[in-house]
């Protein structure tokens, strides 16, 4: 018989707590209206879940996560943030928050994050932080789907783009990841992938290296960017015959929405880059680049 997992709540009700607690049917759920409140019930009992207020400052939170994690090393938090920095962002992942959500929350995405926690038999991270600035990210991340799904979540939070570029370049991303780990990793979660945020004026670009003995580009028949002009649908039969997940585009669509995208001579690295507008980046970073 499966145990009743328990969460606890941090914050006043709202609606989007209301949308928090439909999605966790099941659970065993603790309010508390404040994170020191929080913190006395963390120290007295354990929680496989908590969900930080949506009115607090992600450095208050990951505060709070500091706390609790020296008396419950394995707690799994997602933090719900009125606004943030990409220094809030690291010093998260730093800590090994669960997930990182600033306002306007998405309550599909979060739902998703709190489903991720539910499926997770024993917590350990995944994520390792080798070094960490704004402008210069380098982390590397365990080969499996929910790691993953968590680290494009805190990708997300940490890229301060404008919605066009930052769409384009969360979308490149998110393919590139995948496909280092399912064909270079296999997902398997004994196995790594290395990536790299690099944050310029002019530029940003994603480096994702892979476990794998890596592939010529050319030779990847299952992938649509090598269709011929008179067989735009090719990849699908390829796809078929190696019993592959329904997909093929992720390149091709990739390298419509970045600038870049390089791969190594081995084919087991890749790098993106977007351009940026320097003038409009700087009067956006004129007005601050905290979101909330």
């Known amino acids: 018989m499966e145990s ?30 404040t994170n020191l409140e929080a913190q006395t019930a963390a120290s007295g009992s354990a929680f496989d879940l908590i969900i930080t207020g949506e ?11 500091r706390q609790i994690r020296r008396i419950r090393l394995h707690t799994r938090m997602i933090i719900l943030a009125s606004g943030s920095t990409p220094e809030d962002v690291i010093a998260s992942l730093r800590e090994h928050a669960f997930g990182c959500f600033t306002a306007p929350f998405e309550p599909t995405s979060l739902a998703e994050m709190i489903q991720i926690a539910a499926d997770g038999e024993c917590w350990d991270d995944g994520i390792e932080v080798i070094s960490a600035t704004p402008a210069w990210v380098k982390l590397a ?8 799904e968590r680290l494009l979540q805190f990708f997300q939070e940490m ?3 404008d919605p066009p570029e930052k769409e384009d370049v969360a979308y490149a991303f998110r393919e590139m990841l995948l496909n280092a780990m399912e064909h270079g990793g296999h997902f398997d979660p004994q196995q790594y992938v290395e990536i790299s945020y690099l944050r310029g004026r002019r530029a ?7 476990p794998g003995a890596g592939f010529s580009l050319e030779e990847l028949k299952h992938a649509a960017v090598n269709n011929p002009p008179e067989d735009p649908t090719r990849h699908l039969l390829a796809r078929e015959e190696q019993s592959l997940r329904p997909g093929g585009l992720g390149i091709l669509l ?17 790098l993106l880059v977007k351009y940026l507008d320097p003038d409009r980046r700087a009067s956006s970073s004129a007005n601050g680049s905290s979101r909330g």
């Not at 609606?15 to 759920?29: E, F, H, K, N, T």
């Not at 940003?204 to 892979?210: E, G, I, L, P, S």
């Not at 990739?254 to 890749?270: A, F, P, R, T």
């Open 4 to 33: 009743i997992r328990r969460a606890m709540i941090i914050g006043p009700d709202s609606d989007l707590v209301g949308q928090i607690r439909a999605s966790m049917s099941g659970w065993q759920i603790v309010r508390v209206a």
């Open 55 to 65: 009115n607090t400052s992600a450095a208050t939170d990951i505060d709070l996560l």
């Open 141 to 148: 991340a365990r080969c499996d789907r929910r790691t993953a």
């Open 159 to 161: 890229v301060d783009l």
């Open 204 to 210: 940003v670009a994603c480096r994702v290296k892979d």
């Open 254 to 270: 990739s390298q419509s929405m970045v600038d870049e995208l390089i791969y190594s001579e081995k084919g087991n690295e890749v």
